[in-house]
């Protein structure tokens, strides 16, 4: 799947549609997820809606470890990227671990840039799909769905990874945040209802 996908990229991505996904790659990098979690979490701390402020830290907390995850297995793995000039193929740490500018061409698998998009928009479908209204179900799962396919789109439309790539990335984000949810935010939500028990917790 990995190699017509390529094919793909190589022959329709240029232009406009490559600016644009090379903007995406910069603004969803750590830096403007930081910055969107920041102002989420001081909007709804000034607001004092106590379960969005929990909603922004736990996306921002499994956004950081989605991307440590992906940064740590991109350099163990050792694949070479579609555009690094290198032979394509898996070298393992002894290509992905080194200590030089050119490791960068062998820490493809998976992107860390949509690790650490994944892993911050999860949350926000995981807890959607807690709620009992189907509106707020819909619309915090497409929200959270579409910004892991943008970043994932962008990545591998600038040539810096392969579908399998992404794809991987995007299910340890969404992984990651699942079980930050089950094992430490068992009863966040976004009901009305229950806000007095998220003050609680």
């Not at 290198?86 to 050119?102: D, E, F, Q, T």
Request: proline letters at 3%; charged letters at 15%.
């Amino acid at each position: 799947m990995d190699v017509p996908v390529l094919e793909f990229v190589r022959t329709h991505s240029n232009g406009w549609s490559r600016l644009v996904a090379r903007q995406v790659s910069i603004w969803g990098d750590w830096y403007g997820v930081a910055v969107l979690g920041l102002l989420g979490w001081w909007e709804a701390r000034r607001r004092n809606a106590q379960q969005w402020k929990r909603l922004w830290l736990v996306m921002g907390i499994c956004g950081a470890l989605g991307g440590l995850g992906a940064n740590v297995l991109r350099t163990l793995s050792g694949r070479a990227r579609p555009n690094g000039g290198a032979v394509a193929g898996w070298y393992g740490p002894s290509h992905g671990l080194r200590l030089a500018k050119s490791a960068h061409a062998f820490q493809s698998f998976p992107s860390a840039h949509t690790g650490v998009v994944a892993g911050f928009c999860a949350p926000l479908g995981w807890v959607a799909l807690r709620s009992r209204r189907r509106k707020t179900q819909l619309l915090g799962l497409s929200l959270s769905l579409s910004g892991t396919a943008l970043m994932a789109w962008s990545r591998v439309w600038v040539g810096a990874h392969h579908l399998s790539d992404v794809l991987a990335a995007s299910l340890l984000g969404w992984g990651i945040a699942l079980a930050w949810l089950r094992y430490r935010a068992p009863e966040l939500t976004l009901d009305p209802e229950n806000r007095d028990a998220d003050e609680r917790a």
